[in-house]
């Protein structure tokens, strides 16, 4: 068995390893579920449309897509804007059977992702652009951007692992760690980054312990691999220190190896000045976005780009703080999500999980073999690089999202890290400790836990249920006691109709409900049902049919202090049949309702008679605090 593990490379383990976890982390992971995925989603279509810069109007920035994606996208974007949301088998199927259509678009807002360059979703893009030309689903759109990613991502890592000189298992195990599967797993611009950082570490590395002399196509190939990277990320350039890992004498002469570093240097700074003046000619701020459209657009409302980068400029000292603070005041937020956050960064492991990760890798980085070891001065250009890239990430991150003069950044994500933490580890480099075994035999029940778990925590978030008591009922409005109300699935409930009963309108069945224009018989409410008791925390799922546009499903009452809420939804449409369009609203109670408790209704505020027809209501109660 040992002797079997010893003959496994690490980069054909990788193949394999990563194939397997990505087909699990496939299959447990919906679509849209990664951090800002629905941006990155509109965006990578863009890009694959053609449209390599973002559209901007006066007070709205992002482009033009199909209006389907809206049937597509409706169960996600709940499951990844509510906690306690979970998937059902009919809606999954319901999305997933969406016809792609470009014919009829409208403009979506996407500033979180719009400044993001074609480079950063170049393999999704193409993936998207080769599956639209056939008659497919937006699903399929969808997934092949997904999978066009995960095999680019492949191809690279596997280089990464085969190129670099040092360290292969622990890249092999960095690499396989939940979060890089997870944020691989989905659209996210962070793909392409993580494989042109890890590649370009891997090269320099190669350069500085070959026997063989660098000459022009090795300088070329590491200036295009750091345009690549300024163009997807510009943070990630103070990598570009670790060219002077190189030693002199692999170069021709010393005016050589400073000349290319220095060649190098301003074509990324060239680069990187170019494309942040042309970006940001598209930039806006919360305070100048259209209200009626600045909902789940990733921007902070009290964040300024320009007044932030002026407040550092008049305060010397003040950023010095903010990498302190940012670094030390809140360090698990990073330390928990590099390894894996998953969701919104909403579904973390266990406390104990993040320890074992962090201590198996630096047992691993302690007790690898290595053929070359770093000495002191190699080790200090590695740490400026990480350093380096960390602060200029800290600096992206505070100018664009935390509130000016704040003082912290609020939002460094692990799974930014995933291009500089390999630097810090194998900084533990050392000739003295050694152990005679294959890394293999720790490594893959490592990477079988992990991974396994991670899994088992994301398909528990998404597909099952975690309600401790639950209300429900379906109602088709075919039959009515005799006091005219509607007869539901639950005999405790009934719904009042108003007499407004029709015949051979009706989604399925002989029967359906309408509510007539107010101006008609001043009446703009119906299908009354009186909720004894909500607290804080439940959350109310409520289905139904339309016909028409634009009724609204609204829970209102009052609160325990005294206040009135009136929670409305104009319903996200899904999958319009016969004329009929699916509506889906989620409402989670913001804080308890009184001792009168509150009410559901259906709201017609248009000049048009709506109808309505299978009425699906839930209410689901949780424990407190979850």
């Not at 999954?92 to 400044?115: C, L, M």
């Not at 459209?293 to 550092?312: E, P, T, V």
């Not at 809420?565 to 889906?584: D, E, I, Q, R």
């Not at 048009?608 to 407190?624: A, N």
Request: charge should be positive.
């Amino acid at each position: 068995m040992l002797s079997l593990l010893n003959t496994i490379k690490p980069w054909n383990f990788f193949v394999f390893a990563a194939i397997v976890i990505e087909f699990v982390f496939m299959w447990v992971t919906p679509p849209l579920q990664a951090p800002d995925e629905f941006n990155h989603f509109y965006r990578a279509y863009q890009i694959s449309d053609g449209h390599f810069l973002p559209e901007r109007t006066a007070h709205r920035l992002g482009g033009e897509v199909p209006v389907c994606f809206n049937d597509f996208m409706t169960p996600y974007f709940y499951a990844a804007t509510n906690i306690k949301y979970v998937l059902y088998d009919l809606e999954v199927q319901e999305s997933g059977s969406v016809a792609f259509n470009d014919s009829i678009k409208e403009f979506k807002d996407f500033p979180n992702t719009a400044y993001y360059s074609p480079v950063s979703y170049a393999p999704q893009a193409f993936a998207m652009f080769m599956a639209r030309q056939f008659n497919c689903s937006v699903s399929m759109v969808y997934y092949a951007g997904r999978i066009g990613g995960f095999i680019f991502w492949l191809v690279i890592m596997f280089l990464v692992i085969k190129i670099v000189p040092v360290y292969k298992w622990l890249f092999t195990v960095l690499i396989l760690l939940p979060m890089n599967l997870y944020v691989t797993n989905s659209l996210s611009a962070d793909t392409v980054t993580n494989c042109l950082g890890l590649l370009f570490i891997a090269l320099v590395l190669k350069f500085t312990f070959s026997d063989n002399k660098i000459g022009i196509k090795q300088l070329l190939l590491l200036l295009i691999l750091i345009v690549l990277i300024a163009m997807a990320k510009v943070v990630y350039v103070g990598a570009i220190v670790l060219l002077f890992l190189i030693p002199l004498n692999k170069f021709v002469n010393k005016l050589w190896r400073f000349g290319s570093i220095a060649v190098i240097f301003l074509v990324a700074f060239t680069v990187v000045y170019c494309w942040s003046e042309t970006i940001m000619r598209f930039y806006i701020t919360y305070a100048e976005y259209d209200p009626e459209h600045n909902f789940y657009i990733g921007l902070n409302s009290c964040a300024n780009y320009n007044a932030q980068k002026a407040y550092i400029l008049e305060h010397g000292f003040y950023f010095f703080t903010v990498i302190y603070n940012s670094i030390f005041r809140h360090p698990e937020q990073f330390l928990i999500g590099y390894i894996g956050a998953f969701g919104q960064s909403d579904i973390a492991m266990k406390n104990i999980t993040y320890v074992v990760a962090y201590v198996f890798i630096l047992f691993l980085a302690v007790t690898e073999s290595n053929k070359f070891i770093f000495n002191w001065r190699q080790k200090v250009i590695i740490f400026v690089a990480a350093f380096g890239s960390f602060v200029l990430l800290l600096l992206s991150q505070h100018l664009i999202w935390d509130c000016v003069g704040e003082g912290i950044v609020d939002m460094v994500q692990g799974r930014y890290l995933i291009p500089i933490f390999p630097l810090l580890f194998i900084l533990f480099s050392n000739n003295k400790v050694k152990p005679n075994y294959s890394p293999l035999l720790f490594i893959l029940p490592f990477l079988i836990v992990l991974n396994g778990y991670a899994a088992r925590k994301i398909y528990y978030r998404f597909y099952v249920e975690s309600y401790t008591t639950k209300t429900e009922f379906f109602c088709g409005f075919e039959e009515k006691d005799t006091l005219e109300n509607y007869l539901t699935t639950n005999n405790g409930i009934k719904l009042n109709s108003m007499k407004m009963q029709v015949k051979d309108t009706s989604f399925s069945g002989n029967y359906s409900t309408y509510l007539p224009p107010p101006s008609q018989y001043n009446l703009q409410f119906g299908l009354n049902y009186k909720i004894k008791s909500l607290n804080r925390g439940d959350m109310i799922e409520i289905i139904a049919r339309q016909r028409g546009e634009g009724g609204q499903l609204v829970i209102a009452g009052k609160g325990k202090k005294g206040k009135e809420f009136f929670l409305a939804s104009k319903a996200h449409s899904l999958n319009k049949v016969n004329g009929w369009n699916k509506l889906y609203s989620i409402f989670t109670m913001p804080e308890d309702a009184d001792t009168s408790g509150a009410s559901f209704f259906i709201w017609n505020p248009t000049n048009k008679k709506l109808y309505f027809d299978h009425l699906s209501f839930k209410i689901k109660k949780y424990e407190r605090g979850y």
